[in-house]
């Protein structure tokens, strides 16, 4: 299991450089087998899977020969599709090779998905699994896996080139199927590709199906300012496919690393600018509160790259994918205003979990509205949440208090309301999480004591 350094953690000045791609969003990233190769995920490279299909077939296939090269995954598949009885058969043998459709995402999925939903990049994926799709627990990414779903989503986060595991009938294998223009060929799409920086990530080996592929991209698009990530592509590169695919590469677009440190350290270099702009602001802030703010950024700096961005994008209020929850400025006013309140106590601040931020005794939920907001609806908001923490056993008794960023059209302080909903007496309180009072801080109110 990777382990990710926290976002405070410096970076590489090329995750620096990329960085300023991902906010203009230029920044295309290529997926090639090593990104699922890596654990948790543990699933097999493209070469393994040639042998592991050919291995599946000749010991239950009649018909079948094995071809001269049996780590080449088309040749395979060429020498299967016609005694197997067709593509589609070929394509459900293809599928219990291994767990394409139920591996485990690992931290360089996480980091992808979350990058994605942030709108920091766009992705073409190599690869059949859906671990990215799986590691955003509450939000879909538009993902393209034909040329059809390519034309019919309006702005699609990631496009898989050889099909995905979740749609049989999309697995590109054999070497007809690789004939085919491939998903990217729609003009949006392309257009896009055309103005990108281009990163390939995980395709050191470069097995022939995906390097079919490749040089087709690198043919349609000519010159793109390109980097590779692979563990040996320095110390490798005379006898590495890059060097005829891209000869002139220079040595600092070549780098050396494993899919997730690169991952981490390029979603570091996204999530730490919450971490550079708070502490810009909190210059314009009493001096007196300045502490409590440098609490709060101590606190969501101990966190990783991928916790840092969950725990923003939890706080919003119904994100949208495509947009940052991380550089939303009402997500800076929130932490500005935690960081205001922790100024008032010497107690510990922590972020126990996802949109949360402890105080001392103090316990506050976050709440970032992406746009105005009627006061019933982040009431509502509010009530949806507390319920969902009761049902975790993440409810103190006593009440629960909202910390809310951004523009909230009526009044907040009304009648207390309780987990269930619906006016409450104060003094009659029923023992138990559901007793809990939602009570409310505005983060813009908060702030303009500060100032």
């Not at 990049?121 to 390519?150: F, H, Y």
């Not at 300045?290 to 700096?301: C, D, H, L």
């Not at 101990?302 to 009402?330: I, Q, T």
Request: hydrophobic residues 45%.
């Amino acid at each position: 299991m990777y382990t990710p350094q926290p976002v405070s953690s410096p970076v590489p000045a090329v995750a620096l450089t990329l960085l300023a791609a991902a906010k203009d969003r230029k920044l295309v990233i290529c997926l090639g087998a090593g990104v699922s190769v890596a654990r948790d995920a543990n699933l097999p490279s493209g070469t393994r899977l040639g042998e592991l299909l050919d291995e599946r077939l000749k010991n239950r296939l009649q018909g079948y020969i094995s071809p001269a090269d049996v780590s080449n995954l088309i040749d395979v598949a060429d020498a299967a599709v016609e005694p197997v009885g067709g593509l589609e058969a070929l394509q459900n043998e293809i599928l219990e090779l291994a767990e394409f459709r139920r591996a485990i995402p690992n931290y360089g999925h996480r980091a992808l998905g979350l990058l994605l939903a942030e709108g920091a990049i766009t992705a073409l994926s190599w690869n059949w699994d859906s671990c990215i799709e799986r590691s955003l627990p509450g939000e879909l990414l538009d993902v393209a896996r034909t040329k059809e779903e390519m034309a019919n989503l309006s702005l699609p986060q990631m496009a898989k080139v050889h099909g995905c595991a979740t749609m049989k009938s999309t697995l590109l294998i054999t070497s007809e199927q690789l004939a085919t223009p491939p998903v990217w060929t729609e003009t949006a799409f392309s257009d896009r590709i055309r103005s990108s920086v281009m990163v390939f990530i995980g395709i050191g080996d470069v097995a022939d199906y995906a390097r079919r592929r490749i040089e087709q991209l690198l043919a349609e698009f000519g010159v793109l300012d390109v980097r590779v990530v692979s563990r040996s592509i320095r110390t490798n590169w005379e006898t590495s496919v890059w060097a005829k695919f891209m000869p002139d590469l220079v040595d600092e677009r070549r780098i050396q690393s494993d899919a997730d440190v690169f991952l981490d350290e390029l979603a570091r270099a996204w999530a730490n600018e919450l971490v550079v702009r708070l502490q810009a602001d909190n210059q314009g802030l009493r001096n007196d509160v300045q502490p409590g703010v440098k609490r709060v950024i101590e606190a969501i700096s101990r966190l990783s790259s991928v916790e840092l961005m969950r725990w923003c994008r939890v706080a919003a209020v119904k994100p949208e994918v495509g947009e940052s929850a991380v550089r939303a400025a009402p997500t800076g006013d929130v932490v500005l205003a935690a960081g205001v309140l922790a100024a008032t106590t010497n107690g510990e601040v922590t972020v126990p979990r996802p949109a949360c931020c402890c105080i001392g005794d103090d316990t506050f939920e976050l709440m970032v509205l992406r746009d105005r907001a009627l006061a019933q609806d982040v009431q509502e908001e509010a009530r949806r949440r507390a319920q969902e923490l009761a049902s975790n056993n993440q409810l103190s008794e006593g009440s629960i208090r909202f910390l809310v960023g951004g523009t909230v059209i009526g009044r907040l302080d009304g009648p207390v309301m309780d987990v269930l909903g619906g006016d409450s007496d104060p003094d009659d309180v029923v023992d138990g999480p559901w007793a809990s009072r939602i009570t409310y801080e505005d983060a813009a109110e908060v702030l303009r004591r500060a100032a």
